[in-house]
C-alpha cells in the first residue's frame, strides 16, 4: 500500500487569492446556500468515496460555509454530466462538475454526443493523478496476463464509448492482439462491479483506486487478476502488473497510448462552467486548495489507503492546452480505433 505524502500547495499554481472585501462578498453569496456536485460515475464508484470524503472539509474551507451535495448524472460515459454542467447548470457557482476523467481527452476527439469545449470549463483542481487496469476476477477466468487475453477471450464489462472501461480493452484489442468482449450498457464501475461477482463478466477496466476504493477486499483476498497498468508509469501497489503500452510495438502505436495516458491528470477533476464570477471560481479554488492540504483530509485518506495529490487549475488548464496541440493524424486513428 502506498504511503501519502503531505501535499503542499506550490507558489504560482494557484489563482490569486481572493482579497478580504472579495471573500465578504463571496461568503455573503454562499451563506445558506447548497452548491451540487455533478458526479458523472454511478452512486457506488470509487470516485465518489474521494467525492463523499472531500465534501465535509471542503464546506468548512468555502467562504459562507455553504451545504454541499452530490448528484449522480452517470450516462454516455460521463458526457451527460459534463454536458449538463458546461451547457445547462447555472453559471453562478452553485453547480460544479466531477466529470469522469476523459473529460478533457474525448472532446480532443471530438466525440459524438459532447456539448462542451474542455478548454473552457473553469478548472477548480485535482485530488490525484490515476493510473488504471484491465482487471478480472480470477474466479470467473483462468486469464492472468496480457498473453492469456491474447489467446482466450475474455468478457468485460462497459458503459457508454466515452469511458475507459470500453475504451481500454478496444485499444488492447487493436494494438496489442487481445480478444476482449465487451458487454455494453452499464450505467457506472457499481453496476459494473456487482456483475463481476455475480459471474456476468469476467472483468472491466478503470481507475486503479475505483477497485481500491470501493472493493477493497478483493484486493485484500487476491481475488484479481491484473492484466495491465494503463498510464505512464506503473502502479505502486501492483509493481510487478506491466504496462499496456509494453505489449504495444508499433511505435506511432505507443505514441496513441501515451496520449491517452495523459488524461491521468483528470482521474477526480472539479470543474465549474463557463460564466462562473472570477471572484468565486478564485474562491472555489482557494478553498479546494486548503481541503487537499487539510491534515483531517490527508489523514483520512491514508486510513483508507487511498491517492491524494493536489493538482492545481493551472496544471489542469495547461495539460488541456497541450492536448489541444496534438498532431490530427493521431486524433483520426484514435478516433477509429475507439469508433468514435
Do not use: C
Amino acid at each position: 500500500m502506498r504511503t501519502i505524502v503531505p501535499i503542499l500547495v506550490l507558489a504560482g499554481l494557484l489563482s490569486p487569492a481572493v482579497s478580504p472585501a472579495g471573500a465578504d462578498d463571496v461568503a455573503e453569496f454562499y451563506r445558506g446556500k447548497t452548491v451540487t456536485v455533478v458526479n458523472g460515475g454511478g452512486a457506488g464508484g470509487g470516485s465518489t468515496v474521494y467525492t463523499q470524503v472531500i465534501i465535509p472539509l471542503l464546506q468548512k474551507h468555502m467562504p459562507g460555509n455553504p451545504n454541499f451535495v452530490i448528484q449522480y448524472m452517470p450516462g454516455a460515459g460521463g458526457a451527460r454530466a459534463a454536458n449538463y454542467v458546461y451547457a445547462a447548470a447555472p453559471k453562478d457557482g452553485t453547480v460544479l462538475g466531477r466529470p469522469l476523467q476523459e473529460v478533457a481527452f474525448f472532446a480532443l476527439l471530438g466525440a459524438p454526443g459532447l456539448q462542451y469545449d474542455a478548454a473552457k470549463f473553469q478548472y477548480i483542481g485535482g485530488a490525484y493523478t490515476a493510473r488504471s487496469t484491465i482487471s478480472v476476477m480470477k474466479q470467473h477466468t483462468p486469464v492472468r496476463t496480457i498473453e492469456d487475453a491474447k489467446r482466450t477471450e475474455v468478457i468485460v464489462a462497459a458503459g457508454g464509448k466515452a469511458s475507459q472501461p470500453y475504451m481500454y480493452p478496444t485499444l488492447a484489442n487493436a494494438l496489442a492482439g487481445t480478444k476482449f468482449k465487451l458487454v455494453m450498457g452499464y450505467p457506472g464501475t457499481g453496476a459494473m462491479n456487482i456483475a463481476m461477482e455475480r459471474g456476468e463478466v469476467h472483468g472491466r477496466a478503470g481507475s486503479w483506486n475505483s477497485f481500491r476504493g470501493s472493493k477493497p477486499y478483493w484486493i485484500e483476498k487476491d481475488m484479481l487478476a491484473n492484466l495491465a497498468v494503463i498510464g505512464l508509469d506503473r502502479e505502486p501497489d501492483i509493481p510487478d502488473v506491466p504496462l499496456l503500452t509494453d505489449f504495444i510495438t508499433n511505435p506511432a502505436d505507443r505514441v496513441l497510448m501515451d496520449l491517452v495516458a495523459s488524461s491521468a491528470l483528470f482521474a477526480h477533476v472539479w470543474l465549474a462552467p463557463p460564466g462562473v464570477p472570477a471572484d468565486r471560481v478564485a474562491a472555489l479554488r482557494e478553498a479546494f486548495a486548503k481541503t487537499l492540504n487539510d491534515p483531517e483530509l490527508i489523514a483520512l485518506m491514508k486510513k483508507r489507503g487511498a491517492d491524494l495529490d493536489f493538482i492545481s487549475s493551472r496544471q489542469l488548464h495547461d495539460a488541456v492546452d497541450k492536448q489541444m496541440k496534438v498532431d490530427k493524424r493521431s486524433i483520426e486513428r484514435l478516433r477509429a480505433i475507439l469508433d468514435l
